[in-house]
């Protein structure tokens, strides 16, 4: 069974300051990981996907993310917050033994503060 | 990238009334589509898979009668409220796999259902 925790429901920086969102994941195969990102009252865009490449994925307007199998963790991160980075993001496992099924994390909020 | 399409994406309908709403895959074909039901700031929960030409599987705890799902063709499905009630008031998103893709997925830009 796959199951995706994000460790933290809200995240405040500042603008021009790094952004660190986390996630740890469990599954029973190899997953592919995802990070969705929706602004209020919108559907979800795609920021960025791991599917056994390359571990550090980068992804749209500056994020990136590590899959560290060993930590079973996709932490997404960017350098520098911009204030229209203020948005909820969702981590998100796929099996392909689960029918490529997904299963979204709880989701964090990320406000960016002037 | 590919495109999906949900229509209308704010609707306000009476009690007891009944509400279409339709995700449309608009360049590519979708075998598989994904409806989702979103609570003010909660995640997506996965109401039911909609697979072209046959009967729509529903998550448990989502009741058949109440969420009517139709996938007539490959770029359309539709979800339908039946006896909407203001509990039934809620963000619907779907999305959509193209078909022969797997892993890949796309969303719509989602619906927001009122129900007064």
């Known amino acids: 069974a796959q199951s995706v925790t994000q460790l933290d429901s809200h995240v405040s920086v500042s603008e021009g300051t790094p952004v660190l969102l986390r996630c740890n994941y469990s599954?029973?195969?190899?997953?592919?990981l995802f990070w969705y990102v929706q602004h209020p009252n919108k559907g979800l865009q795609l920021l960025l996907k791991y599917t056994s490449a390359a571990t550090l994925v980068k992804g749209i307007n500056g994020f990136e993310a590590e899959f560290k199998k060993s930590e079973t963790s996709f932490h997404l991160t960017k350098p520098s917050a911009h204030m229209s980075d203020a948005a909820e993001y969702f981590c998100?496992?796929?099996?392909?033994?689960?029918?490529?099924?997904?299963?979204f994390g709880g989701g964090t909020r990320l406000m960016v503060k002037p | 990238g590919a495109v999906v399409s949900q229509h209308p994406s704010w609707v306000i309908c009476k009690s007891g009334t009944s509400v279409k709403i339709e995700c449309r895959s608009l360049d590519f074909q979708a075998t598989t589509m994904f409806w989702y039901r979103q609570f003010p700031k909660q995640s997506l929960m996965l109401m039911a898979t909609s697979n072209e030409g046959s009967k729509a599987t529903y998550e448990q705890g989502v009741e058949k009668d109440k969420f009517l799902i139709n996938h007539a063709s490959l770029t359309l499905s539709t979800l339908t409220v039946t006896s909407a009630h203001p509990e039934d008031s809620s963000f619907y998103i779907c999305?959509?796999?193209?078909?022969?893709?797997?892993?890949?997925?796309?969303f719509g830009e989602g619906s927001r259902l009122t129900v007064l």
């Open positions: 999305s959509a796999r193209p078909s022969g893709k797997a892993g890949e997925l796309f």
């Open positions: 998100v496992v796929s099996e392909s033994n689960a029918g490529n099924m997904l299963t």
């Open positions: 599954s029973s195969y190899s997953p592919s």
